[in-house]
């Protein structure tokens, strides 16, 4: 049986031009039609994503751009980290009832690909995805194409609940590629202790086996990686990082996981790696990677990339959750008329843990 919300009006802060501060729009409240949803946003977070669709581009390095204002039209709502409560359906949405509060799985694809029918959605060609391609929770509603991305966090805080569906799937993703592969010495580096980067940490005792090395440039992210569990810390900029991580774990890490993205950031991991060990890259930072390549047959390196998760690891991560299984990030609750200084705030690296809007 359908539902519907009182009130007729949206409430959105939305990119009216790239590399343009978000500008407010009251707009008319969508219909859910045929298998649609219609969420009340509770929660929205803030993701470094957010920050590169709204420049425009991601950097390749060396001058080169990966141009990214293709796919949607201005004016649009980012925000893909959404929890809310259900207010409406259409007539063909099953399996979620009005009222019900949940968790959204952004990363939606065409739905009739290849892609899509191995389970790949967030790797789809034709995306639709929440806040990328489609207009997302910066906003005080947000229209889910079906009730099967919708997810139940049980008694987890909705903040912290909205931030499984980036930082926690794209962690748990990252963890699950380090676990598929016979590791040649027990030690997991984390470089890069931002939002995901600490989901990681904390997710870790879950998914693989090991101690875990925390690395950042910021002294009180490795605080707080200590005060989270990281068997040891190191300052990714000192000159010696690598040799550090080496000399410590007796060889190098059998993996690490690059939560930034920069030719630093991989630089400093594949010098810490093991004989056999895996660079995992997740951020998104930008640049390019120069490397020696006859190190890769030598050491018999592994590099490889990951980008957020697939709707059944959104599903075994929230099992996790509603386990108690995913420990808590700091989360900075922001109103949702602080969506730009939010943003600000990320890209100045001011942010520990997570920015959250809560409309």
């Given amino acids: 049986m359908s539902g519907s919300a009182p009130g007729t009006s949206m409430r959105s802060y939305q990119l009216t031009g790239y590399r343009e501060p978000l500008e407010r729009r009251d707009d008319p409240r969508p219909e859910p039609a045929g298998d649609e949803v219609l969420l009340a946003v509770e929660a929205c977070g803030v993701c470094h994503s957010d920050l590169h669709l709204a420049d425009g581009y991601f950097d390749l390095g060396d001058g080169r751009r990966l141009d990214l204002t293709g796919g949607r039209d201005l004016p649009f709502t980012l925000g893909h980290e959404i929890a809310g409560v259900v207010v409406a359906r259409g007539p063909g949405a099953a399996g979620v009832a009005v009222g019900e509060r949940r968790v959204v799985y952004p990363w939606i694809g065409c739905g009739g690909c290849p892609t899509c ?7 789809c060609a034709a995306p639709r995805a929440l806040g990328v391609t489609r207009a997302g929770g910066f906003a005080d509603h947000v229209l889910v194409p079906h009730a099967r991305y919708l997810f139940d966090a049980g008694t987890v ?18 963890l699950r590629k380090v676990a598929a592969r016979r590791a040649p010495s027990p030690h997991l580096l984390l470089v890069g202790l931002g939002g995901v980067g600490l989901a990681a940490l904390g997710l870790a ?15 009180a992210k490795r605080e707080e990686a200590a005060a989270r569990g990281a068997a040891w810390t ?40 093991a004989p056999g060990g895996t660079l995992v890259v997740v951020g998104l930072f930008g640049g390019a990677l120069k490397l020696s390549l006859p ?4 050491k018999q390196l592994t590099i490889r990339g990951s980008y957020v998760g697939s709707l059944a690891e959104m599903a075994e991560l929230m099992a996790l959750a509603r386990a108690g299984a995913v420990p808590a990030l700091p989360i900075d609750e922001r109103p949702l ?14 942010v520990l843990g997570r920015a959250v809007l809560r409309p």
């Fill in 117 to 123: 029918d191995r389970g790949d959605e967030h790797l």
């Fill in 157 to 174: 805080a909705v903040a912290r609940a909205a931030t499984c569906a980036c930082s926690g799937l794209t962690a748990y993703g990252a």
């Fill in 205 to 219: 005792p879950s998914v693989v086996t090991g101690a875990v090395i925390a690395a950042d440039v910021d002294a």
């Fill in 234 to 273: 190191v300052d990714a900029a000192a000159a010696d990082a690598a040799k550090q991580v080496r000399r410590r774990t007796g060889g190098g890490a059998s993996a690490a996981i690059d939560f930034v993205g920069s030719p630093e950031s991989a630089a400093f991991a594949l010098g810490a790696l």
């Fill in 295 to 298: 190190l890769l047959p030598l």
């Fill in 337 to 350: 008329v602080g969506a730009q200084a939010a943003l600000d705030d990320l890209r100045a690296g001011a």
